[in-house]
């Protein structure tokens, strides 16, 4: 059964920092692309970043540039998204996906979701 269990959200102060954590399993974890999505109240799925199979390639949206950084361990078979400087404006359920040709946001497979609300 293949499955990404997405884990780390909570709540956290505007300009603290978050890491979000992304497990696989019930498939060969370095044969894919991994990305990261976001939904926020009331809004559609906004892309965040991807990398490539080994993270040697990564890539991120304008709005999050410079403050998250994505990484991945296929020995671990985990995807992560350190997530610092955080404003309100990122709270959201951060999805992570999987897809087997790159960057084409064609997703194969995704997770469940974790909360992320930035909030003082």
């Known amino acids: 059964e293949v499955q990404l269990v997405e884990s780390g959200g909570g709540l956290v102060q505007p300009g603290g920092s978050l890491r979000l954590s992304c497990e696989a399993s019930g498939f060969t974890f370095d044969d894919y692309a991994m990305t990261w999505v976001r939904q926020a109240p009331g809004k559609g799925l906004e892309w965040v970043s991807a990398t490539n199979w080994n993270g040697g390639d990564s890539y991120y949206a304008e709005s999050v540039k410079g403050r998250f950084t994505m990484s991945r361990d296929n020995a671990k078979n985990t995807l992560y998204l350190q997530m610092n400087s955080l404003k309100p404006e990122d709270t959201a359920v951060y999805y992570c996906?999987?897809?087997?040709?790159?960057?084409?946001?064609?997703?194969?497979?995704w997770g469940q979701g974790t909360q992320v609300t930035v909030s003082s």
């Open positions: 996906a999987g897809e087997i040709n790159p960057f084409t946001r064609e997703y194969n497979y």
